[in-house]
Every structure is written in structure tokens, then in C-alpha cells.
């Protein structure tokens, strides 16, 4: 097998310190020779080791071949078989058939001619017709004389100021393959597999060197090691648990992928060299440090279908150059610097089904993004995005299956087709959080057995929500619509969302009321929201009856009475918010079995007790009123005390559901203003 311009050897070779060395003639050798049925060519008299005591009686037998040429004035096939014991740096292979080093540079076997004698005359480069014939450099000579070979070779495929300054990753990593022992391929050689990999190798040494700062990577992957280049990989143990990392190569050993994630030490930039590595079809590189722009070269790996550089400090915008690469099916960006909008050319990606540019701060609409019919996910979110999407820009991405535009500056009315499932059969996700949507919610809705989660907190959308017919979202798990200026009644119909988990109807000017009386029979609810919707009455004891529930948050109302026993059903408790309304009396016994609880919000009522809610939870958080004179504590496990001259700041008690896809849209983290609850309930 032939591995970065290498031939292994038969039987009779071995290696000593990674240079082949010849210990007896090869079987395969003696029979050419008995049938003359092959000529092997020699290297120049003056680069046999002089310490062979062979090496006087080569020089007669060459002469005597020359001559004998000379006085004949005909071709003659001349076989001849070395067996020289003990000496080292030469290698003779029987296997002929995948590598004719007419083709390739071998590092240079001595002589005095200059570099570029030693480029063209095979003799004088040591070059042979049928086998390899290598040398490993030992002097000054050599290596310049290989830097010089390899440098006039790299100069066609990169910029030659570049490779021709000091320091320079690209003259750095040109040093490094002339002192390494692949052959050099011929000039205007670069399309043979070996020269490929040759150039892949260099290419990665470069990249390797652009992106240390000089001092290396954390780990460094083997690269840079006298390895194959497809064995420049390694497994290692992340906070996401134990990858494989590296470069990874097809049958032909060029590389296919780049795959470095999670912090392997990566600084600098990307170099354009990565573009000479045509066969790449996945470049990814994620959780480091990267800096600097997306280079514009990438149009050259014009195979890539996965490109993805999430988590790294990149800047500039998104080039032009991207729409060269028509096979791309996932591109990724997140978590980055990037500016700007996104160029007409993107639109030349059809096959794209992955465009994530989430965490941004890119401008501008989603025009060019129409013709992306192949796109099931797209992550806009945390950007600066402009425009609106009730025109339509969307109506054609019929293959969605999550679409977040939360937080951005989007604007207009809510894009009412998104609803129908007959146009978008697989939508199942759906994040309009923090932008500027107005109007009323559409009531235009058909039976919809797709969509599951649905985000829009913190909008300006208006009007009531009466007319809108719940029962048609068969599917529905999630459905946050906090934050708006929703008008009129709690509508019933929303119990006929017979799926529903997350319920969250914060912060709007519904009409004063109780506690809906369907809620109780929503026994999927596992999260309940009312913050601050006007109600009033008491807490209704059916509650209980929500035995899911993890999360009731009924903070900010004007809810009156005691706290109902049955409440200590709620054994599954994580978070209890009863903070700012008008409670009284002594929390019941029954709230004893709150085990689970972990944050817990009473203060602002008038509770005289709240002892028993201590005996057995495990509060990360408890916040509830104290005595200023005496120093008295209603709740004696709570941490923060809230006095009766102190004001309430919202945003310290907000709690809602801000979903991200990092987590697949799983509940990770309870936000309370500055303080953050953070815990892992995805297995809920």
C-alpha cells in the first residue's frame, strides 16, 4: 500500500528511525534478474554512502554499463541486484505499480548541481524510472535544497508573498514538509493522487499553523506528526464526553472531513489553503477561538455538504462566495460575530436543509432565503433581523420542521400560513419570542396536526384570544403567548389542547377573573403560568389534581385566602411562585411532601407560617417577608427577606419558558432576574 507518497517494502526491508533500509535482495529482484525481464536504474556514483565497501565496486559496474551502451549505440536492459548488509538510507521496492517516481522528488541524494538542475535531471535528484529511490536529509544542503524544490512547487496554488514571508504559517509548514520524508511531486503535477496528498498534507500543516498562535493546540491531534496525514486524529474526552477529532480521510486517503469541536485550543484564523482540500465534504470546527472573517476561498471546496463553525469569534459577514457550494445541506454559524445580511448567492443553495446563523448580530431581511425549499431547520434566533414574514417569504419552505426568529426585530402580523398543515406538513416548532409582531392572533386556523410548540412571549401582538380555535393544534405540548396585550377572558377552548405541557399566558390585561375552572382538568400541564393576568379568588383546591406539575407560577395576581391542602398533591414540585398577592394564614401541613422543591417565592401576602414547607424540601432559592423590628422570618428556609417598605422588581421574579435549540427545546434553565436556577430537566 502506498501512504502519503511512501511504498511499503516487501519481506527483505525494514525501517530504522523511518527510513527504509535494505537487508538482502528481494526474492522478487532475483527472479528479474534471472529473466532479465526488468532494468533498474542507479543512483549517481557520489550518493552512495562512501563507508559501503560497495561502493567503489558500484561505481566500476555503472561505468562498464555506460560504456558498453556507448560502444553497442542500442538500448540494453541491464538488471542489477545491491545487497549491501548493515547500510542505511536506501530503499529498493519490488511493487512498481502504484507509484512511478519519474512523477515525484524524493528528498535530494547529494551532489553539487543547484535546485533547479536537481528539478530537472533525474540523476542529479536521485530519482529512479520504476522504483523510489529516498534518502533521508543528514545535511544543510539537502534541506534547502528540498525547501527550495517544494516552495517552487507551492507557488502555482498559493500566494507567493505569503509563502515567501518569514514566520508565515505557509513558510512554516513549507519548511516542515521539506525536512518531512514525502516525496515532492513533479512541477505542473497536481492532480495525481499523490500529489494531492501532497498538497493536503501541506495545506494542513499550514492550517495547523494558523490556527496555534505558535504555541500549539491543547491537543494537538497528531498533526504535524511523521503520520499519515489520514491518521492526524485522535479520541478525547470533552465536556459533551469521549469524540473522535482530527482529519479523516476516503478510500483514496484524501481528506473528507474536518472534524475539531469543543475547545481543542484553536486560535487565528482560518487560512485559504483549507480550500485546496477539494475533496472535503465536512468542515467542521466548533467551540473554539477562531477569528477573523469566513475566508472568501471556500468556494473552492465545491463538494462540502456540512460546514459548520459554531462557537468561535468570527467576524465580518457571510461572503458571497458561500452560494458556490451548491451541495451544502448543513450550514452552521452559531454563537459568533457575524454581521451584515445575507447575500443574494445564498439563494443558489437549494439542497441546503440546516441554516443555523442563531447568536449573531447579522441585518436585514429573509429575502434571499425563499428559494431554500430543501430547509427543515432553520435557527435565525439573536440576530438583528429586520422585515416581517406575513408576505409570504416563507410560504414556500414546505419541508420546515423548526423554525426560530426569536429575538430579532421582525415585525407585521403573524404569518397565519405557518398554521396550515397541509402546506407545512412536518412544522413542529415554531419561535417568534422577543420581536415586534402586532395584530390579533389569527382565528383562520384549519386542524393542525404538526405543530407542537409555539413561542411568542414578548410581542405586541393584540386583541382576544376567544375566537381562536385551541382544539385545532392536535399536537400541541408548548405554548408560551406571554407578553403581548391580549384583551377579554381566559378562553376555554384551550383545554381542548388535550397534549399540552407548558401553559404560559403571563403579563397580559385579560379580563379581572378566577382561576379558570378548566385548568384543572389540563391533567398534562407540567408547567402552569398565570403570572399576572388579573385573578382573583382563591387558589381553587381541584389544583391538586394537576399531579404533572413541576412549575406553578401565580405570582403577581390578586389571589385572596389560604392556600388550599390539596396543594400538597403537587408532590413533583420543583418551583412555587404565590409571591405578590393577598395569601394569608398558615401554609397547611399537607405542603410537607413538597420534597422536590427547589424555589420558592411567598413573599408580598400576608402568610403568619410557612414553617412546614421547610421539613423536607431542598431549596436552591426561597424568598419571603420578614419583620424589620423583630427580625422574625415567615418562611425560616427561605434565604432572601423582602421587608414590607421594600418594592418588588419584575424583572428579578420573571419566569418563563425561553427554549433554545442548543437543548432541543428542552426546559434547562429557570431565569428569576439576576438569579438563575439552573438544573437539567430534560428527562421530563
Known amino acids: 500500500m502506498i501512504s502519503e507518497g511512501y511504498q511499503t517494502g516487501t519481506s527483505d526491508e525494514n525501517v530504522e528511525n523511518g527510513v527504509m533500509t535494505k537487508t538482502e535482495p528481494s526474492s522478487s529482484l532475483q527472479e528479474m534478474v534471472s529473466s532479465g525481464a526488468a532494468a533498474v536504474s542507479f543512483p549517481p556514483p557520489e550518493s552512495i554512502p562512501r563507508d559501503s565497501f560497495h561502493g567503489k565496486k558500484l561505481e ?42 519519474s512523477d515525484f522528488l524524493g528528498p535530494d541524494t547529494g551532489g553539487t548541481d543547484t535546485p533547479e538542475q536537481n528539478l530537472d535531471n533525474d540523476e542529479q535528484t536521485g530519482r529512479v524510472d520504476d522504483d523510489f529511490y529516498y534518502k533521508e536529509p543528514s545535511e544543510q544542503d539537502d534541506s534547502e535544497i528540498r525547501f527550495k524544490a517544494a516552495k517552487d512547487y507551492l507557488r502555482s496554488i498559493t500566494d507567493v508573498s505569503k509563502l515567501e514571508e518569514k514566520g508565515s504559517p505557509q513558510s512554516v509548514a513549507t ?152 451541495n451544502l445541506r448543513v450550514l452552521s454559524f452559531s454563537n459568533n460575530d457575524i454581521t451584515g445580511s445575507f447575500p443574494k448567492s445564498i439563494n443558489m443553495l437549494t439542497a441546503l436543509e440546516i441554516l443555523a446563523v442563531d447568536d449573531n448580530s447579522m441585518t436585514g431581511d429573509f429575502e434571499n432565503l ?14 438583528d433581523f429586520t422585515g416581517r414574514l406575513d ?51 389569527p382565528t383562520d386556523i384549519a386542524e393542525n396536526n404538526a405543530l407542537a410548540k409555539f413561542f411568542v412571549h414578548d410581542n405586541h401582538i393584540n386583541g382576544s384570544l376567544e375566537d381562536v380555535p385551541w382544539g385545532n393544534f392536535k399536537e400541541m405540548t408548548h405554548l408560551d403567548l406571554s407578553s403581548n396585550n391580549f384583551v377579554g377572558g381566559v378562553p376555554s377552548t384551550f383545554q381542548n389542547m388535550g397534549k399540552l405541557k407548558y401553559f404560559y399566558v403571563a403579563n397580559n390585561t385579560f ?93 408580598k401576602n400576608n402568610f403568619t407560617n410557612a414553617t412546614t414547607i421547610c421539613k423536607n424540601s431542598q431549596l436552591i432559592f426561597g424568598s419571603g417577608d420578614c419583620e424589620r423590628s423583630t427580625g422574625s422570618k415567615v418562611c425560616p428556609c427561605c434565604h432572601r427577606c423582602v421587608y414590607a417598605d421594600d418594592e418588588e422588581q419584575d424583572a428579578f421574579l420573571l419566569a418563563n419558558y425561553n427554549p433554545i435549540w442548543e437543548y432541543s427545546y428542552q426546559r434547562v434553565k429557570f431565569e428569576f432576574g439576576n438569579q438563575d436556577i439552573v438544573k437539567d430537566y430534560s428527562h421530563l
Open 391 to 441: 408576505n409570504g417569504v416563507f410560504e414556500d419552505l414546505s419541508d420546515l420542521i423548526f423554525l426560530d426568529a426569536s429575538d430579532n426585530k421582525l415585525h407585521g402580523n403573524l404569518p397565519s400560513y405557518l398554521f396550515d398543515s397541509t402546506k407545512f406538513p412536518g412544522l413542529e416548532l415554531i419561535d417568534f419570542n422577543g420581536n415586534h409582531f402586532g395584530g390579533e392572533f
Open 175 to 326: 519548511r516542515w514538509i521539506a525536512e518531512d520524508k514525502m516525496a515532492i511531486p513533479k512541477q505542473n503535477d497536481y492532480e495525481s493522487i499523490l500529489a494531492r496528498r501532497f498538497i493536503e498534507r501541506w495545506a494542513l500543516a499550514v492550517f495547523y499553523r494558523a490556527t496555534s498562535d505558535g504555541l500549539g493546540w491543547k491537543s494537538n491531534l497528531n498533526f504535524m506528526s511523521s503520520a499519515d496525514t489520514c491518521f492526524w486524529n485522535s479520541v478525547h474526552v470533552t465536556s459533551q464526553g469521549i469524540t473522535e477529532a482530527g482529519v479523516f480521510c476516503d478510500e483514496n486517503e484524501l481528506v473528507y472531513n474536518i472534524f475539531i469541536d469543543h475547545n481543542i485550543g484553536l486560535h487565528g484564523t482560518l487560512p485559504d489553503e483549507l480550500s485546496l482540500l477539494h475533496n472535503l465534504i465536512g468542515l467542521i470546527i466548533e467551540h473554539n477561538f477562531i477569528v477573523g472573517s469566513i475566508p472568501s476561498s471556500v468556494r473552492e471546496l465545491t463538494q462540502l455538504e456540512h460546514l459548520s463553525l459554531d462557537y468561535n469569534q468570527i467576524n465580518g459577514s457571510v461572503p458571497p462566495s458561500i452560494g458556490s457550494l451548491t
Open 511 to 603: 379580563t379581572p377573573g378566577q382561576i379558570p375552572e378548566f385548568l384543572p382538568l389540563m391533567t398534562t400541564l407540567e408547567e402552569l403560568c398565570l403570572r399576572n393576568t388579573s385573578r382573583t379568588g382563591t387558589i381553587p383546591a381541584k389544583l391538586g389534581s394537576l399531579t404533572n406539575l413541576y412549575m406553578l407560577d401565580l405570582d403577581d395576581n390578586a389571589l385572596t385566602n389560604t392556600v388550599p391542602k390539596e396543594l400538597g398533591q403537587l408532590t413533583n414540585l420543583m418551583f412555587l411562585l404565590l409571591n405578590r398577592n393577598q395569601l394569608t394564614g398558615t401554609l397547611p401541613d399537607e405542603l410537607e411532601n413538597f420534597s422536590k422543591l427547589q424555589v420558592l417565592m411567598l413573599q
Open 60 to 101: 566500476k559496474m555503472v561505468v562498464s554499463v555506460v560504456m558498453a551502451l556507448l560502444l553497442l549505440g542500442c538500448t540494453i536492459g541491464v538488471v542489477v541486484t545491491l545487497a549491501v548488509s548493515g547500510r542505511k538510507n536506501l530503499g529498493v521496492t519490488s511493487d512498481n505499480s502504484a507509484l512511478s517516481n
Open 370 to 383: 425563499k428559494t431554500l425549499t430543501s430547509l427543515s431547520d432553520l435557527y435565525l434566533e439573536d440576530n
